[in-house]
Every structure is written in C-alpha cells, then in structure tokens.
Nanobody, 126 residues
Framework: QVQLVESGGGSVQAGGSLRLACAAS????????MGWFRQAPGKEREGVAV????????SYADSVKGRFTISQDNAKNTVDLQMNSLQPEDTAMYYC???????????????????WGQGTQVTVSS
C-alpha cells in the first residue's frame, strides 16, 4: 500500500522556522521523485521543492531558494522540508507527493505526481 503521511506544520511568526516531514511506505520512497507542494486559499497548488531519492538531486521554486531545504532520511523513509525565514506569503496547506514510475517532465508541476498525502497547515503571521 502506498501511503504518505505529513507532519510538522503549525503557526509561526515571520522570520521563524518550521520543519515538515513526509513519511512514506517503502515502495513509495526509494528511487522516486518526491516533492513538497503548497496551496493557499484561492490559489493553485504550486511546487515548492523536489528531491530524487535515488541520487539526492533537488530542485526548488525560485520563491523559496535559499530559505527552504529538502532532504531525505533513508533510515526512516522520510523526506523533510526545513523552512527558514518564513514569511506570511508562505502560509498555505503543504502537501507531500510522490511520482510512481518514470521521470517527470516538469518536476515542480503537481500534475507530474500521482500519490498525495493529506496535507499539513503552515501559518506565518506578520
């Protein structure tokens, strides 16, 4: 069974930090493209960061470069998102996703991923 479970969301003031974790079942973790996406009210879901767990290759949205870091923990089958210098515009529901099969043509496009977690809320106040 393929399952993704997010944790670590919460509320923080601007300039603060949060760390999100995505726990994956073994089949959904190794040698997969896994990513974090976010969706704010009234906006489309956007890609934040992606990692290829088979080679630690990463990609980031321009809006989070230098502030967010995606990483993997092979012992725990988790993909984490360390978020620093958070701003109110980072407020959104954050989702973990994995692509089962093949290489995504657009790694930060939500349409490239076919299994999703339930999401975790991140709220940044000014």
């Amino acid at each position: 069974q393929v399952q993704l479970v997010e944790s670590g969301g919460g509320s923080v003031q601007a300039g603060g930090s949060l760390r999100l974790a995505c726990a994956a079942s073994r089949y959904a973790y190794f040698n997969k493209y896994m990513g974090w996406f976010r969706q704010a009210p009234g906006k489309e879901r956007e890609g934040v960061a992606v990692i290829y767990t088979g080679g630690r290759w990463t990609s980031y949205a321009d809006s989070v470069k230098g502030r967010f870091t995606i990483s993997q923990d092979n012992a725990k089958n988790t993909v984490d998102l360390q978020m620093n210098s958070l701003q109110p515009e980072d407020t959104a529901m954050y989702y973990c996703a994995v692509r089962l099969g093949g290489t995504p043509s657009e790694v930060l496009a939500s349409s490239s991923y076919n299994v999703w977690g339930q999401g975790t809320q991140v709220t940044v106040s000014s």
